[in-house]
Structure formats: structure tokens, C-alpha cells
């Protein structure tokens, strides 16, 4: 009798949180078909969660992988559950309306890898006091090695072996950049410190993973002429709210040099219109400083207010989605895929794929009318006058193709 009831609660619980995943898909601008296709998927989860005993409420990856490789290739749903891809989206969708309800983190049925991941992620955030697309780094990361060392079982850390550490390591980063070979090392490393700091693991660890060597001034950085940065301001439409809103982020990063996670991060409150100040309070330095607010810039954030931004909006952040779901916050991926769509229409080289090329020529602008490094470090939020120096460097390839004009030169 307990277990008929407690399948009768698991039911009655289910209907209601499909019902208010249904309202929340509709709120957020998603097309009734696909609302439909989510909500088929969503209820075959149920009926096979049901069905192995699964308490709802938990969702975790494992499960959602679980019923899509036990479920799909035998569905006899009617209607039948959607692909793969589309089911593992609905799903997900499902997951996040029960984090959002408290309702998915009981400990006997969490996920072990996501458990420790998030655990890693608080010390991060409130030991280390690092910025959130650090700590966002990290964890892709962490998640990685984890899943490759455990899979979807407990997580033994007393199992963990230098020559494990190195191997993977060193796979991992093979063919990688410097700086993207240097960024998972230090990621790893950084899990490593947080065992030491949990008492998991014997400080000797620490020195498995050597700190990979960055050359900061070995290189200049690549800037926008003039003609570049035309290209580039002239490619977005202005006609729709997705271009107004793409324009402002792009000038947001020409004019101040603001990072992705800086544009993405931006709120209503941070512009101080009467003073003509944007406060920066969630860089990546988590010091806050104010800029002055460029007047092209003010202009085209105007612009994207009044005829652009979703009128209705609740949230407090400046630039908001105009796909499905509609009004939600950008990230800082979603700055950068804007930008990179834009450099495509303007005729970039495919290798410019961030938005440092847009810090990077507003720093050079600034030092070519006057500022001095100090000036410049404090706008671009540098903890370091080092890290500065770097726009000193002279362009000697560009300098080059300069001087071959002469004719003194060519004989």
C-alpha cells in the first residue's frame, strides 16, 4: 500500500511539473511544435523514471543518459519520443525546473561527479575569490578528467596516482596552443591544491603538474586598422534587435575594452547616465571600476534600449536573448558567437574566433592618443602594469611592409 501511494504521489508530482515546464517553455518564446517535441520526450522520461523506481524529482546527467540509451531504441511511447538530440534537450530543460524547485539534490541520488564538481566550484568562488568565467573554465575541465578517471560512479580521490595525473595530462594537451595546454594544466593543478586543502591527497602532488611557461611578451597583440573596424561596425543591421543589441556589444568593446564576460555581465543599474560612468563591479579581477562612457557607445546602447531590448523583460541585465529562450541573460560564449558571426561578414581571417582583437585595438588606440600604462591598466582592469607592457611591443612585420614603400629601401 506505502508503494502504490508513493507511486500515486510520483504521478500527481510529475503532471504538475510537466504542466509548469509546459507554461515556462511558452513564457520564454519557444514555437508550440517544439514545446510539443519537449513535452513528448519529457513524458517518456517519466514513464521510464516510473518505471525503474527512480524518485522524479532527482534528474541527473546519468539518468538523462541512461534513458537515452535504454528508452529511445525501444520506445513504444505514443506518440513516440523525438531524436536524441531533441529528447536530451527537453530533458535538460526538465532538470533545471527541478533545480529550480530544490528538489533534485538529495545525496542518496545526486550525481557524484556533479557533486564534486560543485564542491570544487564553491571553494573556488569562496576560498579562492576567483570570477565566475574562471571558476566556469575550471569546471568544464574538472568535469572532464573526473568523468575519464571514474565515470558515472563514486568519486575516490585516495585512488588518484601521479603517473594517472601525468599521463592524462599530457594526452589531453597534446596538439593543444601554449595557452590552451597552460589553462587545462593549471586547471588540474588547481583541483589538486583543493584535495591538499580538503586533506585528500599528500602536498607532494602538487609538484606532478608542472606550471607550463607563458611567454606574455613573445608575441605582439593583432589590432584592427581602421578600415578593419569599419568593416566591422557596418556589418551589423540595425534594423533588427539582435543587430542594435550585437552593435552595442561590439562598441562596448572597441571604445572601453571590455571583456566578452564583462558585455555579458553589464546591468541596467552599472550606467550612471547623468555622469556618463558604466561601474564595472564583476570583472575578472572582482575589483570595481568605472570608465567613462564613450558617447558612440552611450548612443548605440540607447538605441538598443528603447527600439531593441524585449520590453517585457524581468531580468536586470543589459543584453538579453532574441532566440529562444527570449529574454534570458547572455553569456560570455554568446558575446563572443555574435562577434564571430560578425568578423565572418566583415571578411576576417577565420583564425580571429574571440574578442580579445577588440580589447587589444581599443588598448592600442588609447596609448596612440596619449594614456600612459598606468591610465591604461587601470581601464583595462590589469591587477599588473606587466601585463600592460605587451602594448609597448613594436610591430616590426607591420613596420616592415611600411618601410618596403620607399623606393630608398627597394634599391
Known amino acids: 500500500m506505502e508503494t502504490k501511494n508513493v507511486v500515486r504521489w510520483s504521478e500527481r508530482f510529475a503532471e504538475t511539473l510537466l504542466s509548469s515546464l509546459a507554461s515556462q517553455l511558452s513564457s520564454?518564446?519557444?514555437?508550440?511544435?517544439?514545446?510539443?517535441?519537449?513535452?513528448?520526450?519529457?513524458?517518456?522520461?517519466?514513464?521510464?523514471?516510473?518505471?525503474?523506481?527512480?524518485?522524479?524529482?532527482?534528474?541527473?546527467n546519468d539518468?538523462?543518459?541512461?534513458?537515452?540509451?535504454?528508452?529511445?531504441?525501444?520506445?513504444?511511447?505514443?506518440?513516440?519520443?523525438?531524436?536524441?538530440?531533441?529528447?536530451?534537450?527537453?530533458?535538460?530543460?526538465?532538470?533545471?525546473?527541478?533545480?529550480s524547485r530544490h528538489g533534485c539534490d538529495g545525496t542518496n541520488h545526486s550525481d557524484p561527479i556533479e557533486t564534486e564538481v560543485e564542491a570544487f566550484d564553491q571553494h573556488l568562488e569562496e576560498v579562492r575569490g576567483l570570477a565566475s568565467t574562471t571558476r566556469h573554465r575550471?569546471?568544464?575541465?574538472?568535469?572532464?578528467?573526473?568523468?575519464?578517471?571514474?565515470?558515472?560512479?563514486?568519486?575516490?580521490?585516495?585512488?588518484?596516482?601521479?603517473?594517472?595525473?601525468?599521463?592524462?595530462?599530457?594526452?589531453?594537451?597534446?596538439?593543444?596552443?601554449?595557452?590552451?595546454?597552460?589553462?587545462?594544466?593549471g586547471s588540474i593543478r588547481s583541483y589538486l591544491k583543493y584535495l591538499q586543502f580538503r586533506?585528500?591527497?599528500?602536498?607532494?602532488?602538487?609538484?606532478?603538474?608542472?606550471?607550463?611557461?607563458?611567454?606574455?611578451?613573445?608575441?605582439?597583440?593583432?589590432?584592427l586598422s581602421e578600415s578593419q573596424v569599419s568593416a566591422l561596425t557596418g556589418s551589423f543591421d540595425l534594423h533588427t534587435p539582435a543587430?542594435?543589441?550585437?552593435?552595442?556589444?561590439?562598441?562596448?568593446?572597441?571604445?572601453?575594452?571590455?571583456?566578452?564576460?564583462?558585455?555579458?555581465?553589464?546591468?541596467?543599474?552599472?550606467?550612471?547616465?547623468?555622469?556618463?560612468?558604466?561601474?564595472?563591479?564583476r570583472g575578472k579581477t572582482r575589483r570595481c571600476r568605472e570608465l567613462p562612457l564613450p558617447t558612440t557607445c552611450g548612443t548605440s546602447i540607447v538605441r538598443y534600449l528603447k527600439h531593441g531590448r524585449p520590453p517585457k523583460a524581468a531580468q536586470r541585465r543589459l543584453f538579453l536573448r532574441h532566440t529562444v529562450p527570449v529574454g534570458i541573460p547572455l553569456a560570455a560564449e554568446n558575446v563572443r558567437g555574435a562577434m564571430r558571426r560578425a568578423y565572418g561578414r566583415a571578411g576576417f581571417p577565420p583564425r580571429w574566433t574571440g574578442t580579445?582583437?577588440?580589447?587589444?585595438?581599443?588598448?592600442?588606440?588609447?596609448?596612440?592618443?596619449?594614456?600612459?600604462?598606468?591610465?591604461?591598466?587601470?581601464?583595462?582592469?590589469?591587477?599588473?602594469?606587466?601585463?600592460?607592457?605587451?602594448?609597448?611591443?613594436?610591430?616590426?612585420?607591420?613596420?616592415e611592409t611600411a618601410t618596403l614603400r620607399w623606393p630608398e629601401v627597394r634599391s
Open 243 to 281: 543587430g542594435m543589441r550585437d552593435h552595442a556589444m561590439a562598441l562596448c568593446m572597441l571604445h572601453m575594452g571590455l571583456r566578452a564576460g564583462e558585455v555579458a555581465s553589464l546591468e541596467l543599474d552599472d550606467i550612471d547616465w547623468r555622469g556618463a560612468v558604466i561601474r564595472l563591479n
Open 28 to 60: 520564454l518564446g519557444y514555437a508550440a511544435r517544439t514545446i510539443d517535441l519537449y513535452m513528448r520526450a519529457c513524458r517518456g522520461f517519466v514513464k521510464w523514471s516510473l518505471k525503474h523506481c527512480e524518485p522524479l524529482p532527482v534528474v541527473t
Open 356 to 399: 580579445h582583437v577588440l580589447r587589444h585595438t581599443a588598448a592600442t588606440r588609447m596609448l596612440e592618443n596619449g594614456a600612459t600604462l598606468k591610465e591604461l591598466a587601470d581601464v583595462l582592469g590589469h591587477q599588473s602594469i606587466d601585463t600592460t607592457a605587451i602594448y609597448t611591443k613594436v610591430n616590426f612585420v607591420a613596420l
Open 199 to 223: 586533506g585528500d591527497i599528500d602536498p607532494g602532488y602538487l609538484c606532478v603538474i608542472p606550471s607550463l611557461p607563458i611567454y606574455r611578451l613573445a608575441d605582439y597583440p593583432e589590432v
Open 138 to 185: 575550471r569546471k568544464q575541465c574538472i568535469r572532464e578528467f573526473l568523468i575519464s578517471r571514474f565515470g558515472s560512479g563514486p568519486v575516490r580521490t585516495e585512488l588518484l596516482r601521479p603517473q594517472d595525473l601525468m599521463g592524462y595530462v599530457s594526452t589531453r594537451v597534446r596538439g593543444s596552443s601554449p595557452g590552451t595546454a597552460a589553462a587545462f594544466a
Open 63 to 99: 539518468s538523462i543518459e541512461r534513458f537515452l540509451k535504454e528508452h529511445l531504441s525501444s520506445c513504444d511511447c505514443h506518440p513516440r519520443c523525438p531524436a536524441i538530440h531533441t529528447s536530451r534537450a527537453a530533458v535538460r530543460h526538465l532538470r533545471r525546473l527541478c533545480d
